[in-house]
């Protein structure tokens, strides 16, 4: 399994309008480390937290392009990179989207 360095990053979301904690849960239920968002307000989507399994592929630099993609606006689908992969494909994974990575096969 792996192990990220990759503990907590404070960050304003402006597709939200608000800031939040990103941390790597090592230990998530479903037994996969999660990446999970938990934002200070809840965003129009109602949601104040969301998680993402990541792969075991995955390194720090990975989740670090994800985290800090360029700003997807004005699409009407303007959310952040980490939340692409479930809002655009229905994937309960991350995957390399910005690579032409495909989602995962469930």
């Keep these: 399994m792996a192990k990220y360095n990759l503990q907590r990053i404070d960050l304003y979301v402006p597709q939200y309008g608000t800031d939040a904690i990103m941390m790597v849960d090592e230990n998530h239920h479903s037994g996969e480390p999660h990446l999970v968002t938990t934002y200070k307000n809840i965003p129009a989507h109602g949601q104040k937290e969301v998680a993402a399994?990541?792969?075991?592929?995955?390194?720090?630099?990975?989740?670090?392009?994800?985290?800090?993609?360029?700003?997807?606006?004005?699409?009407?689908?303007?959310?952040?990179?980490?939340?692409?992969?479930?809002?655009?494909?229905?994937?309960?994974?991350?995957?390399?989207?910005?690579?032409?990575?495909?989602?995962?096969?469930?």
């Excluded at 392009?65 to 229905?90: K, S, Y």
Aim: charged share 25%.
């Design 53 to 106: 399994a990541i792969p075991p592929d995955w390194t720090d630099q990975d989740l670090a392009e994800l985290i800090f993609l360029p700003l997807r606006m004005g699409t009407g689908r303007d959310w952040p990179a980490w939340e692409i992969p479930a809002a655009d494909h229905g994937s309960l994974s991350l995957f390399r989207f910005w690579k032409g990575e495909q989602p995962p096969r469930i």
